[in-house]
């Protein structure tokens, strides 16, 4: 459990680093030369890790492992393309709380599917979350940073299920004993056909296909990384214990933000942020005790 908690943790700081360097790039870049890169560099951290942790599964194809690793590849492929979206269109400050929710739909999954306990204290701390989160998505004020706020949060919920869904599944997988780096390499399987997708749109639309951005590279590589530790976590720690944690990122995307993309915060911003960053941590001393 402690690994569990662990992993999580350096997740949220990694989950956060490549939201912003998304961010900067998917507001002043070509759409298809982003989704490439984004797609391709995660074919690459994919495949390492399989590569590395499980060099013999090359060269096979396994029908039904990969029919059960097929749910969670294509949360994961639309995810991508849906964060792309909400951060493009509305305040990263606004949108990463929303896109980080996920784990009040996880909790859930867990306590109904797959049998997992929560306490009283549990809910009512998961209810505030998801409250605080909810004021955060009343401020729909157009401003540069978010030149179509409705669509960034609408694109924010969106991410936020597939998130949910992506993460139940997985860890559905691994109850069932199948490995991560099993899922890694289908995975990197998917993503190299859609990189190779999106380089076909950049020949058929003709756009400029530009050098890679130095935000892209850093972005691309470190949330996908950040993917497989939560993977590992997950292997780890119980569902309820490291989404709740892994999601902190979006409290350390928010503070960032503000400096990095010069966003501005409001005392009712300020207020909901703190109120997740204490939940969140009083779940993890909840589950410590």
């Known amino acids: 459990m402690i690994i569990g908690i662990i992993l999580a943790i350096v997740v949220a700081i990694l989950w956060s680093i490549g939201e912003i360097e998304y961010s900067k790039v998917s507001k002043k870049e070509d759409s298809s030369n982003v989704y490439f890169y984004q797609y391709f560099l995660r074919t690459v951290v994919y495949l390492s890790v399989a590569l590395i942790f499980n060099f013999s599964i090359f060269g096979t194809f396994k029908i039904n492992d990969f029919l059960v690793f097929l749910p969670i590849i294509l949360c994961d492929l639309f995810g991508t393309y849906i964060l792309n979206k909400s951060v493009k269109n509305g305040e990263l400050s606004t949108v990463s709380p929303i896109m980080a929710a996920y784990p009040v739909v996880d909790i859930l999954l867990g306590m ?5 306990k929560a306490t009283v204290v549990e809910l009512i701390l998961l209810f505030i979350i998801s409250l605080s989160i909810i004021v955060l998505a009343t401020d729909t004020e157009k401003t540069k940073y978010a030149p179509h706020p409705k669509l960034g949060i609408l694109f924010a919920v969106v991410y936020m299920f597939l998130v949910a869904f992506s993460t139940f599944f997985e860890k559905n ?33 003709k756009v400029k296909f530009k050098k890679i951005d130095f935000s892209i590279l850093k972005g691309s590589m470190i949330t996908p990384i950040g993917n497989v530790i939560n993977s590992v976590a997950l292997t780890y720690g119980s569902i ?4 709740p944690i892994s999601s902190i990122y979006s409290v350390i995307t928010s503070i960032v933000s503000r400096n990095v993309l010069k966003e501005k915060v409001t005392l009712k911003e300020g207020i909901c942020i703190s109120l997740i960053l204490v939940s969140t941590l009083t779940l993890l001393m909840l589950k410590l005790i």
């Open 112 to 116: 109904f599917i797959l049998g997992e």
């Open 240 to 243: 309820m214990v490291v989404t």
């Open 173 to 205: 997988a691994y109850v069932n004993n199948l490995s991560v780096y099993d899922l890694y390499y289908y995975k990197g399987i998917v993503y190299f056909l859609t990189s190779l997708i999106f380089l076909i749109v950049i020949l058929i639309k």
